[in-house]
């Protein structure tokens, strides 16, 4: 079940490596392309915060 935590924080961790990367590529090239993709994972990722909730309410974690 630990696993499970340590995958979802990795996920969480590689969703906002993938937003701030888009967004200084953007910021240095100025590429509309970028700019769309960053638009689409920031709104992704600000979906993703109740999810990642659930997610965690749903792992039985035990009591130490």
């Known amino acids: 079940r630990i696993w499970m ?3 979802l924080v ?3 961790k ?3 490596f993938m937003l701030n990367f888009t967004w200084n590529v953007f910021s ?3 590429n509309v392309d970028t700019y769309l993709l960053f638009k689409e994972l920031e709104k992704e990722n600000l979906e ?3 999810e990642l ?3 965690l309410a749903q792992i039985d974690f035990p009591i130490l």
Do not use: A, M, W
């Open 5 to 7: 935590f340590k995958k």
């Open 53 to 55: 909730e659930e997610e």
């Open 14 to 16: 590689v969703g906002l």
């Open 28 to 30: 240095q090239t100025g």
């Open 10 to 12: 990795i996920n969480r």
């Open 48 to 50: 993703r915060p109740d």
